[in-house]
């Protein structure tokens, strides 16, 4: 397994960007598909995006698409979501997850075998 840690998660207000960034552990972080989930406040956690080892495919939810942006570096054992055009409906914690399976580009979440500690994203009105 591979540790995982987020962070730039913040307070903003609807309008504006911000870029989470999740930081593996260990030297194969290049052969693990990564993934980004949330949990808004009293509902169940949701797909957010994924992309491949490669960093050459990826997979966005339709709250996503259009504003949110994943990507890797594999050199720096990071990836990272620009999310723009905030809405107060993002307003959730965000998950980094990893698992070397290809599956896990489906976005479904029980086949991703490691997650983060989660970092709180809220958007004002």
């Known amino acids: 397994q591979v540790q995982l840690v987020e962070s730039g998660g913040g307070l903003v207000q609807a309008g504006g960007s911000l870029r989470l960034s999740c930081a593996a552990s260990?030297?194969?972080?290049?052969?693990?598909?990564m993934g980004w989930f949330r949990q808004p406040p009293g509902k169940e956690r949701e797909f957010v995006a994924a992309?491949?080892?490669?960093?050459?495919?990826?997979n966005y939810a339709d709250s996503a698409k259009g504003r949110f942006t994943i990507s890797r570096d594999n050199a720096k054992n990071t990836v990272y979501l620009q999310m723009n055009s905030l809405k107060p409906e993002d307003t959730a914690v965000y998950y980094c997850?990893?698992?070397?399976?290809?599956?896990?580009?489906?976005?479904?979440?029980?086949?991703?075998?490691?997650w983060g500690q989660g970092t709180q994203v809220t958007v004002s009105s």
């Open positions: 260990g030297r194969t972080f290049s052969i693990y598909y």
């Open positions: 992309i491949s080892a490669s960093g050459g495919s990826t």
């Open positions: 997850a990893a698992d070397p399976s290809r599956a896990v580009m489906s976005g479904i979440g029980s086949r991703f075998g490691s």
